[in-house]
């Protein structure tokens, strides 16, 4: 399962937020939260919180420690932060073909 740091980059980049944003919002500052994405700091309790507030997740969630599986096929949603990694980490060009593709499979549904 994913870490702190993976969870919270996922949930920055779902809201379309930079880390500059976000420690705006937060009012933390964004080296922190470059910090907390990259693994070399954790926030104090009280911060990890207000990080799990905002993206309205629990603690434990936004921690990667568990998603219910009730709601959700953890295998799935493993697989699925594994591609998000990717496909983040990809050019903009291998992006634009991804999503293409995805958007032809679709309309092929």
Known sequence: ??????????????????????????????????????????????DEEAIADFFNVDLNTL???RIDETDYDSELVK???????LFSNASPEVQSAIETLLKSAQQKK
């Open 79 to 85: 697989r699925a932060l594994k591609y998000y990694e």
């Open 63 to 65: 921690r990667g420690r």
């Open 1 to 46: 399962m994913a870490d702190f740091a993976q969870m919270l980059k996922y949930f920055r980049e779902r809201e379309g937020l930079t880390q500059r944003e976000l420690a705006d919002k937060l009012g933390m500052s964004s080296g922190a939260i470059g910090m907390y994405e990259s693994g070399k700091r954790h926030p104090k309790f009280e």
